[in-house]
């Protein structure tokens, strides 16, 4: 447990995002229990092939499930090696290996795209207002869902329809704008949570407890809202029957390609972290942006 504290501490230093790392630590929990008086830096390739077998039978965890603990353990045997403890990562090849997506009858894993039709639709049928403020956002702006749950209700112009996002090490530019369909239901949203924020939260989406809403929350907000519509399948194990919040992220990339962006605007309003040397001379003008970003941004009639 002191190498999972040293490496969650770790976590902290690089600027990862503070609500993913309870996550990480009970993945690693899992582990451990699992290795029981294993030591960590002993594990080999034996004892992941059977960690990985012993959570499809015995747990009866979901392929993705079984991803997600494979993407910590990874994470955190990096750490490892970087800090000499040992010699190579051991995960990457059983990843590799045995957690790789095979294309089922000639088919690829492709993420889920829906038209713009269905995204209406979705919003459409979705009964909870906070629901439909948080979908409309997810799919006008192309956040990611950690980045909505650490909104707070100050992130927020509805002045100028912006939005300012927390600082995160794997975004570049903050500032992302709405559009007025997805401004008309974040104000029905915030009359709604006036009336219930009795803990004078700070944060924008409140839970049915009157927390912050978690990552959970919004996962289930959003695949619930496309199950309704027969937009995602939960009982199924390929990538493109499921509608999740990230694919509000493809989706929203996507459609404003195909009306006709730049594609260095679209990167912009992605925020990845800027790599290249372009990227770190080319800047890009606000206002330029945000009138490319209100012609092309698909309206979805709700």
Request: hydrophobic share 35%; charged share 35%.
């Amino acid at each position: 447990m002191d190498l999972i504290s040293r490496y969650l501490a770790d976590c902290e230093d690089r600027g990862m995002a503070p609500g993913s790392l309870p996550r990480y630590k009970s993945a690693l929990k899992i582990f451990v229990d699992y290795l029981g008086e294993k030591d960590l830096q002993d594990v080999g390739r034996e004892d992941l092939v059977s960690y990985i077998r012993w959570l499809r039978k015995d747990r009866e965890a979901s392929q993705k499930t079984i991803e997600n603990y494979f993407s910590t353990l990874s994470s955190f045997y990096k750490f490892l090696e970087f800090e000499g403890i040992i010699t190579a990562n051991p995960v990457p090849p059983i990843r590799d290996r045995y957690l790789r997506r095979y294309k089922d009858n000639g088919d690829s894993h492709a993420r889920k795209l829906i038209s713009i039709e269905e995204a209406g639709r979705i919003i459409k049928e979705t009964p909870n207002i906070r629901d439909k403020a948080m979908l409309a956002l997810l799919l006008k702006t192309g956040m990611r869902r950690g980045e909505l749950v650490a909104l707070d209700l100050t992130d927020v112009d509805l002045v100028e329809n912006i939005i300012r996002l927390k600082p995160t090490h794997k975004r570049s530019n903050r500032t992302l704008f709405m559009d007025a369909e997805a401004a008309y239901l974040l104000r029905r949203w915030l009359r709604v949570r006036e009336g219930i924020n009795r803990r004078k939260e700070t944060a924008l989406f409140l839970s049915t407890w009157g927390h912050r809403i978690s990552r959970n929350d919004v996962y289930r907000a959003v695949t619930e809202a496309a199950q309704r519509v027969g937009l995602h399948d939960p009982g199924s194990e390929r990538l493109e029957d499921h509608f999740s919040p990230h694919a509000c992220r493809h989706w929203f990339c996507t459609h404003l390609f195909r009306a006709g962006m730049r594609r260095e605007f679209i990167k912009e309003l992605r925020g990845d972290a800027r790599k290249e040397a372009f990227d770190l001379y080319n800047h890009i003008d606000l206002k330029e942006l945000k009138e490319a970003y209100l012609a092309c941004i698909p309206q979805l009639g709700v």
